[in-house]
T-cell receptor, first 115, second 116 residues
Framework: EPEVTQTPSHQVTQMGQEVILRCVPI?????FYWYRQILGQKVEFLVS????????KSEIFDDQFSVERPDGSNFTLKIRSTKLEDSAMYFC?????????????FGQGTRLTVV | AQKVTQAQTEISVVEKEDVTLDCVYE???????LFWYKQPPSGELVFLIR??????QNEISGRYSWNFQKSTSSFNFTITASQVVDSAVYFC?????????????FGQGTTLQVKP
């Protein structure tokens, strides 16, 4: 069964460092998303991406965040200068179609720890 | 603004008991979709069901059933004859017509513990 895969599963970084979280969406999916979940809290939307551009972003997704689809298969989230409060589980998701009716398939997540 | 509330933070039941997880939502959209996701201890988010705002029929899938009531803005989830493997965090989520990007608004989640 096709699945969304994320690497690494766990990343530890020092405050102020740049990190790149990687995702390989399901191959025929066209819509991509990043969400984050601070430990013990709810899952929060960060950004949606379609046709090589951001279609929507949340207030959390400020200038230190960026997304890219560098090679047609990977979808990356870059955090430019990490802060302690960026520590969270980051989920990538993809869907075949956009819009409210579509179900998104989530990866297993990358746990980011900023020290 | 869109909002999803799962008032039950944690529920603990004994195996074979039935359990209902509550979800209440707020939206101004007339067209919207509701979802339930399961997050087992391994951490991934597993899609369970999607429902659109025009379809208020209850749905049953094996031991799972969903009760959508537009009049009370609720989309509750019942597990019949619970099993230890049902232990997980369950999230209710909303996707609205005004946001056509597929963005999901999640509730806070309900942690279900099923004891043997």
């Amino acid at each position: 069964e096709p699945e969304v895969t994320q690497t690494p599963s766990h990343q530890v970084t020092q405050m102020g460092q740049e990190v790149i979280l990687r995702c390989v969406p399901i191959s025929n999916h066209l819509y991509f998303y990043w969400y984050r979940q601070i430990l013990g809290q709810k899952v929060e939307f960060l950004v949606s991406f379609y046709n090589n551009e951001i279609s929507e972003k949340s207030e959390i997704f400020d200038d230190q965040f960026s997304v890219e689809r560098p090679d047609g298969s990977n979808f990356t989230l870059k955090i430019r200068s990490t802060k302690l409060e960026d520590s969270a589980m980051y989920f990538c998701a993809s869907s075949e179609q956009g819009g409210s009716y579509t179900e998104a398939f989530f990866g297993q997540g990358t746990r980011l720890t900023v020290v | 603004a869109q909002k999803v509330t799962q008032a039950q933070t944690e529920i603990s039941v004994v195996e074979k008991e039935d359990v209902t997880l509550d979800c209440v939502y707020e939206t101004r959209d007339t067209t919207y979709y509701l979802f339930w996701y399961k997050q087992p201890p391994s951490g991934e988010l597993v899609f369970l069901i999607r429902r659109n705002s025009f379809d208020e029929q209850n749905e049953i899938s094996g031991r799972y059933s969903w009760n959508f009531q537009k009049s009370t803005s609720s989309f509750n989830f019942t597990i019949t004859a619970s099993q230890v493997v049902d232990s997980a965090v369950y999230f209710c989520a909303l996707s609205g017509g005004s946001s056509n990007t597929g963005k999901l608004i999640f509730g806070q989640g309900t942690t279900l513990q099923v004891k043997p």
